[in-house]
């Protein structure tokens, strides 16, 4: 917490983490494990019920005296949207204080630099709300999410490409939304919502394998976003000197090798129906997927050597690769000439929507902040 702050607000913010992070506690608990006084707990757990961010959650089992009270988070004290927005359709997400989906949708919708576009996306959000029936007193705000260099205010967009949108993307949306809102890297956010309440805080590394190839890193309860808002672009790495060309004008970047599309295209933009077929043992899927995962494991096992840290394989194909996982790990070790016996590699928690609940995520996450 910034030293800034008043101390009542340091103590109430750090108790309300407290519970965040044990979902179940008693006063007690919380007295002992921040080494604040039960006075000082007692104070800033009426003032957090008054805020209606946590409640009583019934009683732990006494060990003779007196029962102690248990205190949880009220998940749905606020929510928050998130937007993925793609060349061809957008994701809309609403997530709870504990970054839970409580409804999404899914719309087919090709971007064009438009008005009309820029109408249709603000109508579609005002739907989402009403259809889902959400208390926009308690909706922080909608992140929107692409695949695009996001500049630091949030609000410029610096390159997209893939998508082609303007500069004054923010500014072209303004009129339409009515909600506070931001722009985000679709990769960023993805390796955020990955990050978010794991069991242990550690670094890790997101590889976005979607259309477009993308990371990020989360080190110390942070994004590094580098010096110019352009770090982990690791579609454009050089994965074969002067191979295949890849959409930002180079070759040989990872992304002409590990992109989502390689694979969906062969069964009509069906990702689903691909490994369908990998399942079914089709040998030219088999064998594509096979390629496929050759020089994903150069790439990763290049990640593990620059980094030295945890890798999570997401996007559209991470899901997917949770059943050959086993597979693909003693491909990736081959290359590994360190022999580490612990496994590093993992695939994403959220099948769907990652990059979207990310974008959310930066509400809930700086409410949390200055509680």
Known sequence: MPSTL????????????????????????????????MPTVGQNLSALRELGLIREAGTFDSTGGRKARAFCCEKEARIALGLDLTANHISLVAIDMEAH??????????????????????????????ENRLDRSRIL???ICLAAIIAKDHKTVQS?????????????????ISLPFRLFNDANSGGFAEWWNME????????????????????????????????CEFGHVTLI???RPCYCGQKGCLNAYCSANLLSD????????????VEEKQAPYVAAFREYMNYLAIAVNNLRMQYDCDIILGGYVGPYMTDYLKVFREMVAKRNGFRESR???????????????????????????NI
């Open 6 to 37: 008043p101390i009542k607000q340091i103590n109430r913010n750090q108790i309300y983490r407290y519970i965040y992070k044990n979902q179940k506690v008693s006063q007690q608990d919380i007295a002992t494990g921040l080494g604040l006084s």
């Open 160 to 176: 997209a490409r893939l998508i082609g949108a303007p500069r004054d993307l923010y500014q072209k949306l303004k009129p339409h």
């Open 266 to 277: 062969l069964t009509g933009g069906q990702l689903g129906d691909f490994f369908d077929r």
């Open 200 to 231: 242990q805080e550690r670094t890790i590394i997101y590889l976005s394998l979607s259309n477009s190839v993308g990371g990020a890193m989360v080190s110390s309860r942070r994004l590094y976003l580098g010096d110019n808002q352009k770090s």
């Open 101 to 130: 989906l409580l409804y999404s949708n899914r719309i087919r919708l090709r971007y064009t630099d438009s008005l009309f576009y820029y109408a249709t996306l603000g109508k579609l959000v005002d739907s989402f709300i009403e």
């Open 141 to 143: 705000g909608l992140g």
């Open 343 to 369: 496994q590093y590699v993992f695939t994403c928690r959220y099948r769907f929507e990652t990059a979207a609940i990310g974008a959310a995520l930066y509400y809930i996450d700086r409410f949390i902040r």
């Open 241 to 243: 000197p002067d191979g």
